[in-house]
């Protein structure tokens, strides 16, 4: 497994634009062929052109793991319908004014954290459609959980800040290792720059070493 600098769109957050599971990855329509050739490489999956709410923003706005993908209201029936037929994901809309889904939920197969900012509806929804325990947690100060919080089913990066009392709790729930971050030389929002499933980690092409050598702790040993 390694670690690989990316960019997208003359930028390093590809967590933004694009979603990834273990099979699959999600990119905007008219991403480069190139570009997405290598991410399938890289990570070992099977690149989906689509839109969510007619937007580019697929990771920010979607929660996605190896069971499920969750998307918001915003997003258009043809996108829903299309994720349907083309994946072999429970497709499911989160119904919730916070429509930034993949800002506010952070999962992997075993659980996910969630904004106090849901409701217990919405964390029904997200165990149902996810196949997941869910619990509701802030990370660092922050109620938007999916920022400052990345996982795969090994390992996971976390906000530098970080609690060590929510970090034990937060391991326990995924089932993994987890190691505080930054990515992008300094970026503590990890999220954003980053894609990672269990066959490899892409980073921003701002990420520094001593990021890489804290994303490999987390990831990689």
């Not at 989906?48 to 190896?66: E, F, K, Q």
């Not at 196949?131 to 996982?151: C, M, P, R, S």
């Amino acid at each position: 497994m390694d670690i690989i600098k990316f960019d997208v769109y003359r930028g390093p957050n590809l967590g933004v634009y694009i979603s990834v599971n273990n099979s699959i990855g999600l990119v905007p329509m008219g991403f480069a062929k190139t570009k997405a050739d290598k991410l399938a490489k890289y990570l070992d999956i099977e690149i989906h052109h689509t839109a969510i709410a007619n937007t580019r923003l697929i990771g920010a706005l979607s929660a996605m793991n190896n069971k499920g993908i969750l998307l918001p209201t915003t997003a258009y029936q043809n996108e829903f319908d299309y994720l349907k037929a083309e994946t072999n994901l429970e497709v499911g809309v989160l119904d919730t004014k916070f429509n930034a889904l993949g800002n506010v939920i952070c999962a992997n197969d075993k659980g996910a954290i969630v904004s106090p900012w849901l409701s217990k509806q919405d964390c029904q929804t997200i165990s149902d459609v996810l196949g997941v325990e869910v619990i509701q947690k802030k990370i660092a100060g922050f109620n938007q959980t999916g920022v400052v919080l990345v996982a795969n089913n090994s390992g996971a990066a976390i906000h530098p800040e970080a609690d060590e009392e929510d970090m034990k709790t937060i391991a326990n729930v995924l089932g993994v290792k987890i190691e505080q971050s930054s990515i992008n030389n300094g970026i503590p929002y990890v999220s954003s720059g980053i894609l990672v499933n269990d066959h490899c980690v892409v980073v921003g092409s701002l990420t520094s070493g001593p990021e890489i050598m804290m994303l490999t702790r987390a990831f990689l040993n």
